[in-house]
Nanobody, 119 residues
């Protein structure tokens, strides 16, 4: 289950960086999603803890990085070179994976954290 999701900041300037943290227990994979105003929730990344494989969607590939601190039971989403298009509520979800082009989830959602990229 997801205990908390933290960002440490609400506003980021374009080109800036921000790290999200998702603390959870009893999971084998973590997915990150986001929902921009007026849009559907979309998958961003998923990290498989067994294989270590991480998937990133094309819009964030090369800019976002997901990593895990096992001792803290926390998975991080490091976001770099942020742009206004990255403005959204970000969620983590446990036990998330990809099947072809589809996202699957059997775990729980985190509470979501707002990320706003603006000058």
């Amino acid at each position: 289950q997801v205990q908390r999701v933290e960002s440490g900041a609400d506003l980021v300037q374009p080109g800036g960086s921000l790290t999200l943290a998702c603390t959870a227990s009893d999971y084998y994979a973590i997915g990150w999603f986001r929902q921009a105003p007026g849009k559907q929730r979309e998958g961003v990344s998923c990290l498989d803890l067994t294989s270590g494989y991480t998937y990133y969607t094309d819009p964030v590939k090369g800019r976002f990085n997901s990593s895990r601190d096992h001792a803290k039971k926390t998975v991080y989403l490091q976001m770099h070179n942020l742009g206004p298009e990255d403005t959204a509520i970000y969620y983590c979800a446990t036990d998330t994976w990809r099947e072809g082009s589809r996202w699957r989830r059997s775990g729980q959602w985190g509470q979501g954290t707002q990320v706003t990229v603006t000058s």
